[in-house]
C-alpha cells in the first residue's frame, strides 16, 4: 500500500472517528454551552449590580442555596434544573432568514432611477428627480397586484418638462412600459394643468366572442369590442356559451355620418380580413355588397352567390369592371336623390338600399394594373368616397400596414374613420390613425387585436370578433359554424331585385254601378281662378343603369 493510500485511509477514519465523537459528546456539548451562557450572565449580572447592592444580593443568593440543599431531594433537582436550563441555552439556534426584499420598492425605485435623465436639469435648484433621491418625492401613488404587477403610478414631473411634444411623451411612456414589464398594455394619461402623469394597466380584451347577430341600430356596425371606460354603451353577447355584455366599438354610416367611410391596416395574420367579413355579415341583411379581393387568395370565396352578394371579384379585370359600374351606380344615385329633391317626390327604392364596396388589398390591383398599364382601380373610388354619403355608398378598404404610402391621398382623406390591427409603434400610429397613441402595446398582440379611431376622438384599444373563413379546415368548428350560421341563404330574404323595380300603373276598371245606385257628380268648371305663372321646368333623362359584369368570379 502506498504513502497516499495510507494517508487517504487515515484521514477517512478521523473523519469518522470525529463524527461519531460529535454524535456521543453532542449533549455534553450542548450543556457546556448553556454552562458557559449562564456564566457569562451570572458575570455580567455581577458586574452591573452596584457596590452598595452586592452585600445583599450575595447573601440572598447563599440562603437559596441553603434552603433548595435542605429540601428533600433538592440538590438533585437543583442539578435537573441546571442541566435543563444549560440544554436549552446552549441548543444551536438557527438564525431566521432576513426578510426579503419589497418587490414593490425596488420596482419603483427603478422607475424613478430611470426617470431622472429625462426629468432633471443641472439649472433646478431643487430638482424634483435626482440621482441617489427617493422616489417617494415624486410618486403620489401606486398599486401592485398580487403577482407584485404594477397596476397604478401617478407621479408628479417638473413644470419645465416639454410635456405638449408627442416625442418628449413618447420617450417617458417607453422608459416606464421598459421597466413596469412589456407583458400588458398600459395607459398614459397626462395631465398638463398640475403636471401630473397617471400610468393605468389595462385588462385583456376579451377573444373568445364569435361573430353573431349583435343588438344594434339602424346604420351601426360593430368593429370590435373595448373597455368599458373607452364607451358608455354595452350590448348583450354571446360568449363561451353564456350571454354577457360588451363595451362595444360601433361604427355609425349613412347620410348622417361624419365618416361614412373607413380604411383598416394591419400587419398580415392580425385579421384585415376577418374584420372584412364581419363587417360584410352585418351588412348583408339590410343592402348589397361587392367585393374586391385584391391578393386573390379567395379570403371571401364563402360569399359567392349569395343573396345580396353583387359580385366577388379577385382578377384585375373583374375589379375594374365592378368598379366602374360602382362609380356609375353612385352618380345614377346621386342624379336620382337630386331630381326627388327638385320635385318634391320620394327616390326610387332602389337608391335607397345600402351599397358596399368591400376592397380587400387594393394595393397589389394598383402594382398589377402599373405593370399592365390599365387605370388604377383606387382612381374609381373618387365618386363612391365624394359622394357615397349622399347617394347610400359605403367604402371599406382593408391594406397592409407597410401599403400606406401606396393608398392614394384621396382614399385616405375620404376614409376618415381608421382601424389598425397588429403591432403599432408610436411613429407609424400617427401615420395610420391620425392622433398620437396614448397606449403602450404589449409584447404580445394576439390575432384580431389593435386600436380604431372614430369622430376625431382619441383611439381606442378594439378586438375583432372571430369571423374565420368557413372553409379554412385549421378554423374552430364552432366559430365556422358561426359564420355559417349568418351568411344569407336563397330562403332568407324575402326582397329581391324585381321588388325593388317600380310598380306599373293598371287603368282602373270600368265602373259597373247600375243606374239605380246614386252618383256623385260636381261641375267646377262654372268656378273662376286666377291663372297660374309658373315657368316651364325642363327634367333631366334618368340615366340607365349599366349591368353588371356577368364575369364569373375567377381566383387566381
Not at 493510500?5 to 465523537?21: I, M, P, Q, Y
Not at 435543563?84 to 426578510?99: C, D, K, L, M, T
Not at 367585393?291 to 371571401?300: F, I, K, L, Q, R
Not at 243606374?515 to 316651364?536: C, K, R, Y
Request: charged share 20%; hydrophobic share 40%; aromatic share 6%.
Amino acid at each position: 500500500m502506498t504513502f497516499t493510500e495510507h494517508l487517504a485511509r487515515g484521514r477517512s477514519l478521523a473523519r469518522t472517528a470525529g463524527d461519531h465523537a460529535a454524535d456521543m459528546f453532542g449533549p455534553l456539548i450542548t450543556i457546556g454551552r448553556g454552562l458557559r451562557a449562564h456564566l457569562a450572565w451570572a458575570k455580567n449580572w455581577w458586574a452591573n449590580t452596584p457596590k452598595d447592592k452586592r452585600g445583599p444580593a450575595l447573601f440572598l443568593v447563599v440562603a437559596v442555596v441553603a434552603a433548595v440543599a435542605l429540601l428533600p431531594y433538592g440538590p438533585l433537582l437543583a442539578l435537573l434544573a441546571l442541566m435543563g436550563s444549560a440544554a436549552w441555552a446552549g441548543r444551536e439556534r438557527v438564525a431566521p432568514p432576513p426578510p426579503a426584499p419589497d418587490t414593490s420598492n425596488l420596482k419603483l425605485a427603478a422607475i424613478y432611477t430611470a426617470l431622472t435623465p429625462y426629468l432633471v436639469h443641472e439649472s433646478d435648484p431643487d430638482p424634483l428627480y435626482a440621482h441617489g433621491g427617493d422616489f417617494k418625492d415624486a410618486f403620489s401613488g401606486w398599486e401592485f397586484d398580487e403577482e407584485g404587477r404594477l397596476v397604478q403610478l401617478e407621479l408628479r414631473y417638473p413644470a419645465y418638462f416639454t410635456d405638449t411634444e408627442p416625442q418628449s411623451r413618447a420617450r417617458i411612456e417607453q422608459v416606464i412600459h421598459g421597466k413596469v414589464g412589456r407583458s400588458r398594455e398600459y395607459r398614459f394619461t397626462w395631465d398638463e394643468e398640475v403636471n401630473r402623469l397617471q400610468v393605468t394597466a389595462l385588462p385583456p380584451l376579451p377573444g373568445d366572442i364569435a361573430a353573431q347577430r349583435f343588438v344594434t341600430a339602424a346604420g351601426e356596425l360593430v368593429l370590435g369590442f373595448t373597455d368599458t371606460t373607452s364607451t358608455n354603451r354595452m350590448i348583450p353577447v354571446h360568449q363561451d356559451g353564456a350571454q354577457t355584455h360588451q363595451p362595444p366599438v360601433l361604427w355609425r354610416t349613412g347620410p348622417r355620418s361624419a365618416e361614412p367611410h373607413l380604411l383598416a391596416l394591419g400587419t398580415p395574420g392580425f385579421g384585415t380580413s376577418t374584420l372584412l367579413r364581419s363587417l360584410a355579415l352585418q351588412a348583408l341583411p339590410h343592402g348589397e355588397i361587392v367585393v374586391v379581393d385584391g391578393a386573390g387568395t379567395g379570403e371571401h370565396a364563402c360569399l359567392v352567390g349569395r343573396p345580396g352578394v353583387l359580385t366577388v371579384e379577385t382578377s384585375l379585370h373583374g375589379a375594374l369592371a365592378a368598379l366602374e359600374w360602382a362609380a356609375t351606380e353612385t352618380q345614377r344615385r346621386l342624379d336620382a336623390h337630386n331630381l326627388a329633391k327638385r320635385t318634391g317626390a320620394m327616390p326610387p327604392a332602389d337608391t335607397l338600399r345600402p351599397l358596399w364596396l368591400l376592397l380587400d388589398h387594393p394595393s397589389e390591383l394598383s402594382e398589377l394594373a402599373q405593370a399592365e398599364g390599365r387605370p388604377d382601380p383606387q382612381e374609381l373610388l373618387e365618386i363612391p368616397l365624394r359622394h357615397g354619403r349622399t347617394a347610400h355608398v359605403t367604402v371599406v378598404v382593408v391594406d397592409r400596414l407597410d401599403a400606406l404610402e401606396r393608398i392614394r391621398p384621396g382614399i385616405r382623406a375620404g376614409c376618415k374613420a381608421r382601424v389598425v390591427l397588429g403591432p403599432l409603434s408610436q411613429h407609424m400610429a400617427l401615420d395610420a390613425l391620425g392622433a398620437p397613441l396614448d397606449i403602450t402595446p404589449s409584447s404580445h398582440t394576439p390575432p384580431g387585436r389593435g386600436y380604431a379611431r372614430l369622430n376625431n376622438a382619441a383611439p381606442v384599444r378594439l378586438q375583432v370578433p372571430a369571423t374565420p373563413d368557413p372553409l379554412d379546415d385549421e378554423a374552430p368548428i364552432d366559430q365556422r359554424d358561426a359564420v355559417i350560421a349568418l351568411l344569407p341563404h336563397a330562403d332568407t330574404r324575402t326582397e329581391t331585385t324585381s321588388d325593388l323595380a317600380p310598380i306599373p300603373a293598371t287603368p282602373a276598371p270600368a265602373s259597373t254601378s247600375t243606374p239605380t245606385e246614386p252618383t256623385l257628380s260636381l261641375d267646377l268648371s262654372g268656378l273662376e281662378h286666377p291663372p297660374l305663372d309658373l315657368p316651364a321646368v325642363e327634367l333631366p333623362p334618368m340615366p340607365q343603369v349599366p349591368p353588371m359584369p356577368t364575369e364569373a368570379p375567377r381566383f387566381l
